[in-house]
């Protein structure tokens, strides 16, 4: 056979072998990589639907105890949890034992300590579920709605890094203002009937507080990640600069992603995966203000990208922002595992199993439709946009396999 015979024979064998990669990676479950994660992805929706008012059997520990030791360096809670309804319900009823304003931050929250002594993060309801939140799409308050849909779309996922969170209806004057601290109480007030509190952050106000129906206060309660895993904070790469005419680097530098390749902890492990993962997480719920993110302390590099503070998401279901995926689109690169996911979720799968989940919580229904079809619309344009990819460089640079699993101290 003639050399120029021999070479268009082998053209022809590396272009087969990519669109067979492509053809087992874009939903087909011929490889060991896609029937692995198909298992997953079946065990996940056999665990979706969770029972209301569950409890724990056959077990001394408390939900705190249980719930703390599912925490390991690449995940807040493992794969298979049938804990996970009875921990949840007690996050949504177990009583207030101490009440305070919340942590440092923007945004207006509140510290609460829930019997047996763990801490957890209270915050309010701030709109109704249609409200639309117009502007930037960093714009207006906290969504508490947005934390409770946040955790079940990371359940979803297989991602596994966002803390527990639950909604719950607190009355202010039997569970909250007993127990509370001198600095919490007053920031308390009264609008008419209803009783109200601002609290103490960088952007909280005396006219802008948030209010209960009368004594109810809905809200979400985000289960605090456990003293042994002290966090370490990190400015996102991908950050925005918040200044009206003045751009960070990513929004006018197509080839960032080589620059940020080369800084550590981006220059080796699991770390630019794990923010490229966030940015499509972050897209589906829209939102476009993880500024900075957080990690265990002294990890290397191996640890998680946690997601945490997810609630400037789901404000305005129409909008879009592209802008979130500029991890995804100039680094070209996403783990298999996530692919796969993704793919597993077409045509309509990812609201549904959003639905099903969601449909457990003490405030449902968590998120108005149009948010739901958000979700289906946003994970069509992830996928347009892996697939630009796949065009442009060949599935194995673009489809990477890693699947760092770190075993628990």
């Known amino acids: 056979m003639k050399l120029k015979q021999r070479m268009v024979l082998l053209c022809v064998v590396l272009l087969l072998l990519g669109l067979a990669k492509i053809f087992l990676l874009d939903g087909g479950d011929g490889s060991v990589a896609s029937r692995r994660d198909l298992r997953a992805f079946r065990k996940m929706e056999a665990g979706l639907s969770l029972a209301r008012g569950a409890h724990l059997t056959h077990t001394l520990q408390s939900p705190w105890e249980i719930a703390s030791?599912?925490?390991?360096?690449?995940?807040?809670?493992?794969?298979?949890?049938?804990?996970?309804?009875?921990?949840?319900?007690?996050?949504?009823?177990?009583?207030?034992?101490?009440?305070?304003?919340?942590?440092?931050?923007?945004?207006?929250?509140?510290?609460?300590?829930?019997?047996?002594?763990?801490?957890?993060?209270?915050?309010?309801?701030?709109?109704?579920?249609?409200?639309?939140?117009?502007?930037?799409?960093?714009?207006?308050?906290?969504?508490?709605?947005?934390?409770?849909?946040?955790?079940?779309?990371?359940?979803?996922?297989?991602?596994?890094?966002?803390?527990?969170?639950?909604?719950?209806?607190?009355?202010?004057?039997?569970?909250?203002?007993?127990?509370?601290?001198?600095?919490?109480?007053?920031?308390?007030?009264?609008?008419?009937?209803?009783?109200?509190?601002?609290?103490?952050?960088?952007?909280?106000?005396?006219?802008?507080?948030?209010?209960?129906?009368?004594?109810?206060?809905?809200?979400?309660?985000?289960l605090w990640l456990p003293d042994v895993w002290p966090l370490q904070k990190h400015r996102h790469p991908w950050g925005r600069t918040y200044r009206e005419g003045k751009l960070a680097r990513w929004?006018?530098?197509?080839?960032?992603?080589?620059?940020?390749?080369?800084?550590?902890?981006?220059?080796?492990?699991?770390?630019?995966?794990?923010?490229?993962?966030?940015a499509i997480f972050d897209y589906l719920i829209g939102n476009a203000d993880r500024h900075h993110y957080e990690s265990f302390q002294d990890d290397g590099g191996a640890s998680m990208l946690i997601l945490l503070d997810n609630a400037k998401s789901f404000g305005n279901a129409a909008l879009d922002e592209r802008s979130i995926l500029a991890p995804l689109y100039q680094c070209c690169m996403v783990r298999v595992s996530t692919w796969n996911r993704l793919n597993m979720l077409r045509g309509g799968a990812l609201s549904a199993d959003m639905r099903q989940a969601l449909a457990f919580d003490p405030i449902q229904p968590v998120l108005a439709e149009p948010h739901l079809a958000a979700l289906d619309r946003r994970l069509s344009g992830v996928m347009a946009t892996v697939k630009q990819c796949i065009e442009a460089q060949g599935p194995d640079n673009t489809l990477i396999e890693d699947r760092m699993n770190l075993p628990h101290p």
């Open 251 to 278: 929004e006018y530098d197509e080839s960032y992603c080589e620059a940020v390749k080369k800084m550590p902890p981006y220059d080796a492990g699991p770390r630019l995966l794990d923010v490229i993962d966030t």
């Open 69 to 222: 030791q599912w925490v390991g360096p690449r995940e807040v809670y493992p794969e298979e949890t049938p804990e996970l309804a009875a921990v949840l319900t007690y996050l949504s009823t177990a009583r207030v034992e101490r009440a305070d304003v919340g942590y440092k931050g923007t945004q207006l929250k509140a510290l609460l300590v829930l019997e047996g002594g763990q801490k957890v993060v209270f915050k309010p309801k701030r709109y109704n579920r249609d409200y639309v939140v117009e502007g930037e799409p960093y714009a207006g308050y906290d969504r508490h709605n947005a934390e409770v849909a946040a955790f079940h779309l990371d359940r979803i996922l297989g991602f596994r890094r966002a803390p527990l969170v639950v909604g719950r209806n607190i009355n202010v004057r039997t569970e909250i203002k007993p127990v509370a601290t001198d600095q919490l109480l007053g920031t308390f007030l009264m609008q008419g009937n209803n009783t109200c509190f601002y609290g103490k952050c960088y952007y909280c106000r005396e006219s802008e507080p948030a209010c209960a129906e009368a004594e109810v206060m809905e809200g979400s309660l985000t």
